[in-house]
């Protein structure tokens, strides 16, 4: 019976990959781990393929494999082989990145998606987004955080609701109500003035520049998927 259930999941990875497949759940890793009959100091690794993929189609190879570990704000692809590259502008690792039980770096990040919130930063490969109030709305915080310019919402309550400022006043940028006729030197101000910023795609960029790295040497390989 177990014997069946392993070819029975084997045709259904093979056959999905072939599609739209992805790596499993880290809660499914060992599960699979087994059914790869993954022994001795093997583990299952599963990771974005670079060598295999396309501008279309991306595809993620499983097999039996040694364990890696990368440095923090890092993920492992091959390309044929383990290569370490940065994690995706949606994602972040605060933490060094190990190939059992992952496929890409662990924290997807936040999004300033509240009434009347905005992003303030990206963040980085290491670090979550911040966002901040609008002040041009007269947005404010509900509860002020440690760093009125840039609040970090994976740490903090980063909401924000209308503060109204009396008729002749006006909200700046660091969320205080000033009047109208006085000079505002820009060096007064402790936050920045609110400019565009692109927020994180949400498609994998990353590995977009490794497959155009890769593109121009690639060598037809007639290996399966799975080997």
């Keep these: ?25 880290s809660s499914q890793w060992n599960f699979t781990s087994r059914s790869f009959e993954c ?21 993620f190879t499983g097999k039996c494999g040694h364990l890696d570990v990368s440095r923090e704000g890092f993920k492992y692809i091959l390309a044929p082989d383990l290569n370490q590259v940065p994690c995706t502008a949606s994602r972040y690792q605060p933490f060094t990145f190990t190939t059992d039980g992952n496929s890409q770096c662990v924290l997807s990040k936040s999004l300033c998606k509240g ?5 303030a930063n990206n963040g980085s490969s ?36 209308i503060r109204k400022c009396e008729d002749d006043k006006v909200m700046i940028a660091d969320y205080r109500c000033m009047k109208r006729v006085d000079t505002i030197l820009p060096e007064d101000i402790k936050c920045s003035i609110i400019s565009r910023i692109i927020p994180p ?4 960029t990353v ?6 790295s890769v593109g121009s040497s690639k060598e037809a390989r007639k290996n399966m998927i799975f080997s």
């Design 207 to 212: 590995d977009k520049i490794q497959l155009q």
């Design 126 to 161: 290491l670090t979550d987004i911040s966002c901040r109030c609008d002040y041009r709305h007269n947005y404010d915080y509900v509860i002020p955080p440690k760093d009125p310019c840039a609040c970090k919402p994976s740490e903090e309550d980063c909401s924000c609701y």
């Design 39 to 59: 022994l001795n100091k093997n583990i299952y690794v599963c990771l974005f393929d670079a060598s295999e993929s396309n501008g279309l189609k991306a595809v």
């Design 115 to 119: 009434s009347g919130q905005i992003l």
């Design 201 to 204: 795609e949400k498609t994998d």
């Design 1 to 25: 019976m177990w014997k069946l259930s392993k070819w029975i999941l084997v045709i259904i990875l093979t056959c999905t990959n072939g599609y739209d497949w992805k790596c499993p759940h």
